[in-house]
């Protein structure tokens, strides 16, 4: 007859498990842990670094050094230079745009605060006029942007005229 166990049984559940050593986590990961990859292993923390990486690619777009700088052949960094170009550029279109949708709110967001004369309304208006403000500074970041491009093309043209 066999001895009973702690839970009441005969213990064969026991004998069919497999033990694992203490320190192994189970199914799901602890918060924080990476895979093999060096990426998050949870959704919400894969989300996090997604954002955190497309800041930094824009963020190295933006701050990037110049391409004179760079030990390049002068038409590698012409083309490297047209692509950034172009991409402010197209940036510039955007923001502009925006700015023109953002007008517009604008507008519409103040008439409603002067006619109505309620808090809602002057908070719509405070928020609209902030959204166009900061609009206009960043249309003003891309066009000083564009500036130092084309001012650095200029330099590549001089040098290549020279060379």
């Not at 192994?24 to 959704?43: D, E, I, V």
């Not at 919400?44 to 497309?54: F, G, I, P, W, Y």
């Not at 030990?71 to 490297?80: F, H, T, V």
């Not at 709110?105 to 309304?121: D, F, G, I, W």
């Amino acid at each position: 007859m066999a001895t009973p166990c702690r839970g009441g049984g005969i213990g064969l559940h026991d004998v069919l498990k497999r033990h694992w050593a203490s320190a192994r986590a189970g199914s799901s990961p602890a918060p924080g842990t990476f895979s093999l990859s060096g990426k998050a292993c949870r959704p919400a923390e894969q989300a996090l670094d997604r954002e955190r990486e497309k800041s930094r690619r824009t963020a190295q777009f933006l701050t990037s050094p110049p391409i004179l700088l760079a030990p390049m052949k002068i038409e590698q960094s012409m083309n490297q230079l047209n692509g950034r170009l172009s991409k402010a550029k197209e940036e510039l279109r955007i923001v502009e745009e925006q700015l023109l949708f953002q007008m517009d709110v604008l507008e519409e967001a103040k008439t409603r605060m002067l006619v109505s004369e309620t808090p809602l309304a002057d908070s719509d208006y405070r928020i609209a006029r902030d959204d166009y403000e900061r609009l206009e500074r960043q249309r003003a970041r891309a066009i000083e942007l564009i500036g130092e491009l084309e001012k650095e093309q200029d330099r590549l043209l001089d040098r290549m005229l020279n060379a």
